[in-house]
């Protein structure tokens, strides 16, 4: 499997889940989320130079849902010309996605009775609450800051997925209290690691790994092939995920039209 084929099974991973819909053009696939206005959840998926025709045909679906236009495509040297025709249309880079695939051999799995499969709505409650608490301006070791709409996301994709086991939350306690959360999506042979943090007041305490490396194990267990996750390249959590076992296969970036 080509890394394109690979971003390409990822947007169906999250076709219902942070995409609410996809439109396959041919040349690009086109993801768009109804809640979440980022960047990084409405944009187009391409493997190729663009004419300049096929360039506003992205632009104008995504300006029909009011979303800025943004392009998603694998950092590879034979699409430089692709990235010089993106800026001379006023694009800029926005983000770098590094991806990362478990290459790690055996998981210690002594502190995983600290962890609960959010299974019910009370517990999805405490999730979203930890989740939230993670997640919060000017920490260092969070390239991404406050969740926002994101966090409404996570509520409605838990109610949609959760039976069908497509969708995993978890919930990391120290003693009672909740410190960290993980996610897993399931799909076609992909378990996708997202959402991981832990409260500020624990770091350094091995909850966040304890989190991602139940997540692996999870994903094992599933069946699934690849266990990976996504990070913002040279960002803190890109250094950490190597430190865990994990390892970049190759990196991804989306070109956004500045506005």
């Known amino acids: 499997?080509?890394?394109?084929?690979?971003?390409?099974?990822?947007q169906w991973l999250q076709d219902g889940v942070m995409f609410d819909e996809l439109k396959e053009l041919g040349f690009a696939s086109v993801g768009f989320s109804k809640t979440d206005t980022s960047v990084y959840w409405n944009l187009a998926l391409v493997n190729g130079l663009l004419s300049i025709q096929k360039i506003e045909k992205v632009e104008e679906i995504l300006s029909n849902a009011e979303r800025k236009s943004t392009f998603y495509f694998e950092n590879r040297d034979d699409l430089k010309f692709l990235t010089e025709l993106l800026?001379?249309?006023g694009y800029k880079k926005g983000f770098e996605d590094s991806w990362q695939f478990w290459k790690g051999e055996g998981i210690d799995e002594s502190r995983f009775g600290s962890v609960?499969?959010?299974?019910?709505?009370?517990?999805?409650?405490?999730?979203?609450?930890?989740?939230?608490?993670?997640?919060?301006?000017?920490?260092?070791?969070?390239p991404y800051g406050e969740l926002g709409e994101y966090l409404k996301v996570a509520?409605?994709?838990?109610?949609?997925?959760?039976?069908?086991?497509?969708?995993?939350?978890?919930?990391?306690?120290?003693?009672?209290?909740?410190?960290?959360?993980?996610?897993?999506?399931?799909?076609?042979?992909?378990?996708?690691?997202?959402?991981?943090?832990?409260?500020?007041e624990?770091?350094?305490?091995?909850?966040?790994?304890?989190?991602?490396?139940?997540?692996?194990?999870?994903?094992?267990?599933?069946?699934?092939?690849?266990?990976?996750?996504?990070t913002e390249e040279g960002a803190y959590p890109n250094?950490?995920?190597?430190?865990?076992?994990?390892?970049?296969?190759?990196?991804?970036?989306?070109?956004?039209k500045q506005i």
């Open 1 to 10: 499997m080509s890394n394109y084929d690979f971003l390409k099974k990822y």
């Open 87 to 89: 800026e001379s249309r």
């Open 116 to 142: 609960k499969k959010v299974d019910s709505e009370d517990l999805l409650k405490v999730f979203l609450e930890t989740f939230n608490k993670c997640y919060q301006k000017n920490d260092p070791q969070n």
């Open 155 to 200: 509520e409605t994709v838990w109610y949609k997925h959760n039976k069908s086991g497509r969708l995993e939350y978890f919930i990391v306690y120290k003693d009672s209290k909740p410190v960290a959360v993980s996610t897993l999506i399931n799909f076609d042979g992909i378990g996708y690691i997202s959402n991981v943090g832990s409260l500020r």
């Open 202 to 230: 624990v770091r350094g305490e091995g909850f966040g790994k304890l989190a991602t490396l139940y997540c692996v194990s999870q994903s094992i267990k599933n069946g699934n092939n690849e266990h990976c996750l996504a």
């Open 239 to 256: 250094e950490f995920y190597k430190r865990i076992g994990f390892e970049i296969r190759f990196t991804a970036v989306g070109y956004t």
